[in-house]
Structures are given as C-alpha cells and as structure tokens.
Nanobody, 118 residues
Framework: QVQLVESGGGLVQPGGSLRLSCAASRSIFSIYSMGWYRQAPGKQRELVAAITTGSSTNYSDSVKGRFYISRDNAKNIMYLQMNSLKPEDTAVYYC????????????WGQGTQVTVSS
C-alpha cells in the first residue's frame, strides 16, 4: 500500500506562484511513475505533468513553460512548481502514482484546491 498526501494549495492572484507537494508513505519513485492531475468543476480529470522512473517529464500544452514537476527521492516527495498562474488553472490538484509491473497498481492523493482569482 502507498499513501499520498498533497499540500500547498490555496488562493493566489493571477500571475502568482504556488508549489504543491506530494508526500509518499514509503520509497516508491524507483518503481512508480508519478503525476499531477487536476479537475475543475464540470470537467474531466486531466493530466497536468508526469515524471517517469527514468526521470523523463511530460507536460500538458496548457502549462508548458509555467509548471515544473520534480521529485526528491530521499524524502519521498514530489513537487509541482506553478508559476504565472491563470484563472483557468483553478482546480483540485491530485497526486498520482502508478506502475505496470510486476503488478498493476495505482494510488491517488486526496487532492488540494488551487484557486486563482483577483
């Protein structure tokens, strides 16, 4: 079992920055790919950024150049640095961990609210 706990959300003005954190209950980054998803009211959950076990990263077009995903393997923490925030970034942000081998497993955090408003 893996427990994921997000933190760092809140209310910020357009153009501001926030850093989200996702703490894992044990060392998993060597075998789990990690990602940040978000879900706005009335919309489907979408992938924001992902980082693989090989440390390659992927970003949605809407956040490229503004958001940065990283992880600290020693501390079992993944981060999402969010800069130049826009009102359309408002959503609940979720931490995800998944692996395909040897057993398919997936875990989700409880989510943290990010609201961008003037």
């Amino acid at each position: 079992q893996v427990q994921l706990v997000e933190s760092g959300g809140g209310l910020v003005q357009p153009g501001g920055s926030l850093r989200l954190s996702c703490a894992a209950s044990r060392s998993i980054f060597s075998i789990y790919s990690m990602g940040w998803y978000r879900q706005a009211p009335g919309k489907q959950r979408e992938l924001v950024a992902a980082i693989t076990t090989g440390s390659s990263t992927n970003y949605s077009d809407s956040v490229k150049g503004r958001f940065y995903i990283s992880r600290d393997n020693a501390k079992n923490i993944m981060y999402l640095q969010m800069n130049s925030l826009k009102p359309e970034d408002t959503a609940v942000y979720y931490c995800n961990a998944n692996r395909g081998h040897p057993i398919r497993l997936e875990y989700w955090g409880q989510g943290t609210q990010v609201t961008v408003s003037s």
